[in-house]
């Protein structure tokens, strides 16, 4: 509940004994939340009970007691405990977990109204599906053979690559786990979820400059910043909680807080500078400010030198953006950015920050290097204080893409080889055959047949391609016709004219979630949808990654409502439908035919994921640190003394080994100044140990204590072997590291953690001891680059910095120059960029259906600046079109404010349920649609796809504003 504080301490409401009254009868969960709403007392909860009080006796206070459980937060992915007041199997008040080191007793306005998505009246009730127009009640297993024999007979007539399974952010880590699983059985690769229109530009850019492609530090290290550079990001209204770890930097070291920005944000509010600069010219900025640290030679060099290759081509690139140039593009001026520069020098160690601001564009694995770049020359990197601290959105979209619900790999980023498929088929003990005989294949361009196992499949940004493309353009026999949306949002996509085709063009479309989402109401099908209603969070139980890499156990709170059902539960229902669960769930304890054991669904994938140390997490761990977090450091996040002493709260990854061996975890990614074995760690060595005669391994540094007081390679079998420590492995490990590849066995590829164990025993980081590189010389720029958007209105520097050739990418064919040549900006001169509000999340449908945060925010709006507004003759509050060039628009209300600077307009991405000014609430099923409703920002947005991810670009399209 939402409590008033007295004297700024939260205290524990007296219950009056009618609340106790209606916690001690029988009736039922409804009819005591429709009686006592969402206050406590009153004379609503007398005639839910017959209006009867009587004085309470020992026996009634005690079955009426309130039992507290913890929980996590299922927004954004700080990852806040919840502390949930339940009596009698009902969620009647909530509390800010005190204890937990990452909220410290803060909510923000989202994790504060959490309890009313664990009994919201919005929620989907039952399975349905959509017959001759309206919205009919049918059973589950009704529900499961519809779909289940209509897939099986498209999988028959056209591959199983006709099915499109679509995961979730929202599922935690075993369900994710499973579902990725569940596409592998089906036989496809068409399975992605929302990282890759958040932060897949973020993973494969920085994974390809240090190794990992997660955030390198935490939020509580921010604690030790000296300075602190935040550019597309807004956490004071994404992620409202960090702003806590922020400012306890900015107010207790001094640290001078940089927002870039193109907006002037909440977080900008609290900026000691704020820099505007164009949406879309991240690198370019970047390059401005490194521009002034190398002309200076404010450089860490020594850092460079040995932990750093390729910087020398990054100094030709960076010598081209001098002040001149960076006006001219990004509209900053040179002597800003050289105060900016100044500041980072001046006050070291700093950490970045970054968000969608950063990802969401055609460029943005250039964006992401650029500014892992920018810290690898302050020397910035592998300390406490410094690092890229990478703010993920969704609670456990961290989690998700750890587990693999991704087109392009498996589980742990292990790929897609035969290699990769190989170490889970003996994760899963599965037959190698049967399983690659699930998928389909094509013909090569050598004539030769090749399976679609090995090949990545549509990313989530391309799906309503996979549906409208034809086919012969496809790397695939035939289209999607099938489409699962199993807990995700389709308005956080662009280009939604075509996805309402696109849902129109399928046989079915099947929708997974706690709520109907804009899946239900944006298409005009009259039949073949179906609606599955999962259970949130909070109704079941799991493990969640946090955006630090930390894993927190969620308990469950209440059992599911209604009719729904936790996903883990789903999965297992269909998985028997389609007639191998029996080989699913081989090695997974069942608590019945389906519902396999949480728990043991944990220790499956501790048992494959070695590559980013997703071992050491046991169930057991993760339930002692929940227990005891009062006993973990604030800033360290180090356990002092107690049953946990000595870890790090939440073992963030990488915790190496069998959960027997003990890693604390990995606070700080490559921080070479604690011993492996204590949370230490070196670059990876990923790319190989030379590159055109140099090398690309450390030069003379090594992590605390290592035996190996130089850089060396990743570890395996052999190179065990070569330095006698092959006798350090016991027999067991010995023999499971023999029944793999011998000597060729590898630290990821070895089922027994021997390797690991050896390796960490003489302080070596199993990965090996390498350099960052600053060049990516498999990417499109291998250093990265400036190039103009795809809808720019800056026709002036096209030909100085233009877009990509057309090309073939995710089986499809992907546009970039014959977009840009079009010159649009005539008729659509306003840029037009879009972002998160701190009343909602995603898009918005759980938390537009939250009736404490739907009062917060109830208009869907535009920010344009006052000159623009001026210009066209718009009044601040009146009604408006913004319409994109390829003939999206939406109708909103103007909110005229120097937020935006001017030709820039601003729109939130969190609304649904209008549609180019048409109200769509009538199409929802009966009391299941949001209290707000309003236009989609991605119908106006357009196409745009990075050229490594296909990450959308949603952050610098073209638009025009007329009034309405």
Not at 146 to 155: A, K, L, V, W
Not at 496 to 508: I, Y
Request: with cysteine; proline share 5%.
């Amino acid at each position: 509940m939402l409590r008033k504080k007295t004297n700024g301490v939260a205290r524990r409401p007296q219950r009056t004994s009618i609340l106790s009254k209606v916690a001690e009868s029988s009736v039922d969960r409804r009819a005591f939340l429709r009686g006592s709403g969402l206050a406590i007392g009153g004379l609503a909860a007398i005639s839910a009970t017959g209006g009867s009080v009587t004085k309470a006796n020992a026996a009634t206070a005690a079955a009426g007691a309130v039992e507290t459980i913890k929980s996590v937060c299922t927004h954004c992915s700080v990852g806040c405990t919840v502390v949930a007041e339940v009596q009698n199997g009902v969620w009647t008040g909530q509390e800010p977990g005190w204890d937990s080191p990452f909220n410290l007793g803060a909510h923000c306005a989202k994790g504060a109204s959490v309890r009313e998505h664990a009994h919201g009246e919005r929620r989907l009730k039952y399975p349905m599906k959509k017959e001759g127009g309206e919205w009919k009640r049918i059973s589950w297993e009704q529900a499961i053979n519809e779909i289940g024999d209509g897939m099986m007979q498209i999988r028959e007539e056209s591959g199983p690559d006709s099915v499109y399974w679509l995961g979730s952010a929202k599922h935690n880590n075993e369900q994710a786990y499973l579902f990725r699983k569940f596409a592998a059985y089906w036989g496809t690769n068409n399975v992605d979820h929302q990282a890759r229109i958040c932060h897949s530009t973020t993973v494969a850019g920085v994974a390809n400059t240090w190794g990992y492609g997660a955030m390198t530090n935490s939020y509580n290290d921010i604690h030790n910043s000296k300075a602190i550079f935040i550019i597309g990001g807004n956490p004071a209204e994404a992620h409202p909680v960090s702003l806590l770890h922020v400012l306890k930097a900015k107010e207790q070291n001094n640290a001078p807080l940089i927002v870039c920005d193109p907006r002037f944000t909440r977080t900008a509010a609290h900026a000691d500078e704020y820099v505007r600069f164009r949406p879309g010219t991240d690198v370019a900025l970047v390059w401005g400010i490194l521009w002034h640290i190398f002309d200076n030679s404010w450089e860490d060099k020594e850092f460079i030198r040995t932990r750093v290759w390729g910087m020398d081509q990054i100094r030709e690139e960076v010598a081209k953006w001098t002040p001149e140039e960076v006006e001219r593009v990004t509209g900053t001026p040179g002597s800003q950015l050289k105060r900016v520069a100044r500041t980072l020098a001046n006050n070291r160690p700093g950490t970045v920050i970054w968000c969608m601001g950063g990802t969401q564009h055609t460029t943005g694995n250039n964006n992401t290097r650029a500014y892992c770049i920018l810290q690898l020359a302050l020397g910035n990197m592998g300390t406490s204080g410094g690092g890229t601290n990478i703010f993920r959105g969704h609670d456990n979209v961290q989690g998700a893409t750890d587990l693999g619900v991704l087109s392009h790999t498996l589980p742990g980023y292990y790929g897609l080889s035969k290699g990769a498929w190989a170490h889970w088929g003996r994760v899963w003990g599965e037959d190698g055959e049967w399983l690659a005989g699930q998928f389909d294949t094509i013909q090569g361009a050598d004539g030769k047949d090749k399976s679609l196992q090995n090949l990545t499949g549509i990313p989530v940004s391309r799906w309503i391609d996979g549906i409208l493309e034809d086919k012969d353009n496809m790397d695939q026999p035939n289209n999607v016709r099938a489409m699962v949306l199993w807990g995700h949002a389709p308005n956080s996509q662009t280009r939604m004219t075509e996805m309402k085709t696109a849902m129109e063009k399928l046989d079915m479309l099947v929708v997974v979630d706690p709520y109907p989402t804009v899946s239900a109401v944006l298409h005009d099908r009259t039949d073949g949808v179906y609606l599955l209603p999962a259970c949130t969070q909070f109704e079941t139980r799991g493990s969640v990654t946090a955006s630090n890499r930390s894993l927190q156990w969620r308990d469950k709170i209440v059992d599911p409502l209604f009719e729904s059902l936790p996903d883990h539960v789903i999965i297992a229902k269909f998985a028997n439908k389609f007639g191998w669960g029996d080989r699913f769930f081989r090695n997974i304890e069942m608590e019945d035919a389906e519902t396999p054991n949480v728990e043991s669904v944990t220790r499956e994938f501790n048992r494959g994921m070695w590559t980013i140390g997703y071992t050491g997490q046991s169930p057991e761990r993760m339930k002692t640190h929940m227990a005891n977090q009062h006993t973990f450091d604030r800033t360290t996040l180090r356990a002092i003394g107690g049953p946990a002493d000595g870890d790090y709260y939440g073992m963030p990854w990488p915790c190496w080994g069998t959960a027997e061996m003990g890693h604390p975890g990995t606070p700080n990614l490559y921080d070479m100044s604690k011993p492996v074995s204590e949370g230490g760690l070196t670059f990876r060595a990923r790319f190989g140990v030379e590159r055109d005669g140099d090398n690309l391994l450390a030069e003379g540094v090594y992590s605390a204590g290592s035996e190996i007081q130089d850089g060396y390679p990743e570890f395996t079998m052999q190179m065990l072997m070569d330095l006698g420590w092959d006798g350090d492995l016991t027999e067991d490990e010995r023999a499971a590291i023999d029944a793999v590849a011998g000597p060729k066995t590898n630290w990821k590829t070895d089922l027994s953690g021997g390797i690991q164990r050896v390796a960490i025993a003489h302080e070596c980081a199993p990965f090996g001891n390498a350099k960052a590189r600053a060049v990516v010389w498999t990417f499109p720029d291998p250093v990265p680059i400036h190039r103009e958007p795809l809808y720019t209105n800056r026709r002036d520097l096209v030909e100085d910095y233009p877009t990509y050739e057309d090309r073939h990418s995710y089986r499809l064919p992907t546009l970039y120059a014959s977009i840009q040549k079009n010159d649009v900006s005539k008729e659509y001169p306003i840029i037009l960029t879009s972002g998160r509000l701190v009343e909602y999340e995603g898009g918005g449908e759980e938390t537009r259906s939250n009736p404490w945060l739907a009062e917060l925010q109830q208009d869907m709006f535009v920010e344009m600046h006052p000159r623009d507004a001026n210009n066209i003759g718009i009044r601040d509050g009146s009604q408006v079109w913004v319409e994109g060039p390829e003939g999206g628009k939406v109708k909103v209300m103007a909110m005229v404010t120097e937020r935006v600077g001017e030709g820039v307009a601003f729109m939130p991405f969190h609304f649904g349920g209008h549609y180019q000014g048409e109200d769509l609430r009538d199409k929802y099923p009966d009391g299941a649609d949001p209290y707000v409703l309003g236009e989609s920002c991605n119908v106006a947005q357009t196409y745009g796809y990075d050229s490594v991810t296909q990450m959308q670009e949603t952050k610098c399209t073209l638009c025009k504003i007329s009034a309405a």
